[in-house]
T-cell receptor, first 112, second 109 residues
Framework: NAGVTQTPKFQVLKTGQSMTLQCAQDMNHEYMSWYRQDPGMGLRLIHYSVGAGITDQGEVPNGYNVSRSTTEDFPLRLLSAAPSQTSVYFC???????????FGQGTRLTVV | GIQVEQSPPDLILQEGANSTLRCNFSDSVNNLQWFHQNPWGQLINLFYIPSGTKQNGRLSATTVATERYSLLYISSSQTTDSGVYFCAVRLNAGNMLTFGGGTRLMVKP
């Protein structure tokens, strides 16, 4: 049981490049979400999904797109990377609305 | 939106000391979790504690939802306890977690 798996662990992008951060979970969880963590701060919600085909915006959605075509996967897309998106990105999942959340190991993204 | 405040923001302890970390939140919640972010950046689940008291080894947590706070107790601290401790809450009507700013703990040998 791998839990929540994020790839890649590290990435450097040039301003304007696009990329997709991958998140997969093998626990059959309905709820998945993406957070970003900036230095010295707590995590802030970017986008979330309550099930396949359903996504919604969080606190800081600008510059990011998501889709949820399967229960297992929840990719986060940066269409045109900006230096302000330099951060550590965490994916999380949980079984349902009231259950415990579990986090992946994070992706450290640097945009130069 | 909901406000989640953690105190103290920074804490330095000598190995073997005890400590209490506090999490205050501004609205009714029905999900509260404590996490430890280790020096490598991993978020480790400590407690899922919407109410009541739980214990796990040297750590314990208490949430008093009606008074909108939670406490994390660390006893006989060890250097491996160093890192940042976060609480995160979910509103009764919400879908996702809101994190506090964290308490940065350093335990000195």
């Amino acid at each position: 049981n791998a839990g929540v798996t994020q790839t890649p662990k590290f990435q450097v992008l040039k301003t304007g490049q696009s990329m997709t951060l991958q998140c997969a979970q093998d626990m059959n969880h309905e709820y998945m979400s993406w957070y970003r963590q900036d230095p010295g701060m707590g995590l802030r919600l970017i986008h979330y999904s309550v099930g396949a085909g359903i996504t919604d915006q969080g606190e800081v959605p600008n510059g990011y797109n998501v889709s949820r075509s399967t229960t297992e996967d929840f990719p986060l897309r940066l269409l045109s990377a900006a230096p302000s998106q330099t951060s550590v990105y965490f994916c999380a999942s949980r079984m349902n609305r009231g259950s415990e959340a579990f986090f992946g190991q994070g992706t450290r993204l640097t945009v130069v | 939106g909901i406000q989640v405040e953690q105190s103290p923001p920074d804490l330095i302890l000598q190995e073997g000391a005890n400590s209490t970390l506090r999490c205050n939140f501004s609205d009714s919640v029905n999900n509260l979790q404590w996490f430890h972010q280790n020096p490598w950046g991993q978020l480790i689940n400590l407690f899922y504690i919407p109410s009541g008291t739980k214990q796990n080894g040297r750590l314990s947590a208490t949430t008093v939802a009606t008074e909108r706070y939670s406490l994390l107790y660390i006893s006989s601290s060890q250097t491996t306890d160093s890192g940042v401790y976060f609480c995160a809450v979910r509103l009764n009507a919400g879908n996702m977690l809101t994190f506090g700013g964290g308490t940065r703990l350093m335990v000195k040998p």
